[in-house]
């Protein structure tokens, strides 16, 4: 029926632009700073003309710290063959995106004093950057990392800056229909969140403790609440009650077969993320240091090198893997 087709291309158009201008919204909130610009200018130095904007995310962006720990980016590139990382490196960025890459700089403030700043960044595409945080990824790699604060560091124009804000709105809106699909009770948007980064980090072989991925929604608990708000005005079964909580009847066989979409997804995402992490070690140096403190800050859990280790990490560093699993470091 062309009115109901068209009335609800309407409705979907009116949730994402709604949407939208939420995310825009925190992107002008998002701290700004001279070290983030350094980093930046260090990575466009590095890739060259291919890149086509620079995506902040992460600890330090929660923290506003950026200069205190390693700084998390995502850039996009137009060309792997142009983003100068070799040819064998490109051919498995485009097989097995991203390729991950580990930054140094130094940083002179107007006081002449010089820090060095850290930084991992992954490189991807713009095509398949585009169509994994939109949601066109089975596994939430993307899609649920993005649903989550991020800001535009640097963009070559405001088309391509478009489009990704655009992206990440279609991922979010794809997150939160797959977190709806886990709820079997009345709930919260902080437990409607919580649920869904709690499977979403399932899927990788991540480090962070339970209690660490529950405190995300705290960083920005009113865009968390607001973009919930929109998307649930969107769900017909939906309402909010007196105390913010929305009132949820859920379909038995819709809720079982979430649980089995999201139960595949944690089997295949753990095989990605031991595919990963090999390749991993093929696209910076000190890969295995780099791990091993990520794990140790998150986890809690100390992780001892050995030289071999450092020396062949192809080699030692399954062995520190084999080890991190076994004590349940790793998930």
């Known amino acids: 029926m062309p009115g109901r087709s068209s009335s609800t291309s309407a409705a979907a158009a009116s949730l994402s632009g709604q949407l939208l201008l939420g995310l825009r919204q925190?992107?002008?909130?998002?701290?700004?700073?001279?070290?983030?610009?350094?980093?930046?200018?260090?990575?466009?130095?590095?890739?060259?003309?291919?890149?086509?904007?620079i995506i902040y995310y992460g600890s330090c962006l929660r923290s506003g710290k950026p200069d205190q720990g390693i700084a998390d980016f995502y850039v996009i590139v137009d060309s792997y063959q142009r983003a100068q990382m070799g040819r064998i490196r490109a051919w498995l960025n485009h097989?097995?995106?991203?390729?991950v890459f580990y930054l140094e700089t130094e940083h002179r403030s107007q006081d002449a004093a010089t820090q060095t700043l850290r930084a991992k960044y992954a490189v991807i595409s713009t095509a398949q950057f585009l169509h994994g945080v939109s949601g066109g990824w089975q596994l939430p790699y993307l899609w649920a990392r993005f649903a989550q604060p991020a800001g535009l560091l640097?963009?070559?124009?405001?088309?391509?800056?478009?489009?990704?804000?655009?992206?990440?709105?279609?991922?979010?809106?794809?997150f939160l229909h797959e977190s709806l699909a886990l709820m079997n009770k009345d709930f919260s948007a902080r437990e409607l969140w919580q649920q869904g980064l709690l499977h979403s980090y399932a899927?990788?072989?991540?480090a962070e403790r339970l209690s660490r991925i529950k405190a995300l929604y705290d960083c920005w608990p009113d865009y968390y609440a607001r973009q919930t708000a929109v998307f649930m005005q969107a769900q017909a079964a939906l309402q909010a009650d007196a105390d913010g909580r929305y009132v949820w009847?859920?379909?038995a066989a819709g809720h079982a077969a979430a649980q089995r979409r999201w139960q595949s997804r944690r089997r295949r995402g753990k095989?990605?993320?031991?595919?990963?992490?090999?390749?991993?070690?093929?696209?910076?140096?000190?890969?295995?240091d780099y791990a091993a403190w990520k794990v140790e800050r998150h986890s809690g859990q100390p992780v001892q090198l050995s030289p071999?280790?450092?020396?062949?990490?192809?080699?030692?560093?399954?062995?520190?893997?084999?080890?991190?699993?076994?004590?349940?470091?790793?998930r």
């Open 95 to 99: 097989w097995l995106p991203p390729n």
């Open 26 to 53: 925190l992107q002008e909130s998002l701290p700004q700073s001279p070290q983030l610009n350094t980093l930046a200018a260090a990575i466009r130095d590095r890739h060259g003309d291919a890149v086509q904007a």
């Open 308 to 330: 071999l280790a450092r020396r062949w990490p192809l080699i030692g560093g399954w062995v520190v893997l084999w080890r991190l699993l076994r004590s349940g470091s790793l």
């Open 271 to 288: 095989l990605m993320s031991v595919l990963r992490l090999s390749k991993s070690l093929f696209t910076f140096s000190g890969a295995v």
């Open 203 to 206: 899927t990788e072989l991540r």
């Open 249 to 251: 009847q859920a379909d």
């Open 154 to 174: 640097w963009t070559r124009d405001g088309q391509i800056a478009d489009r990704v804000l655009r992206a990440m709105i279609a991922g979010q809106q794809h």
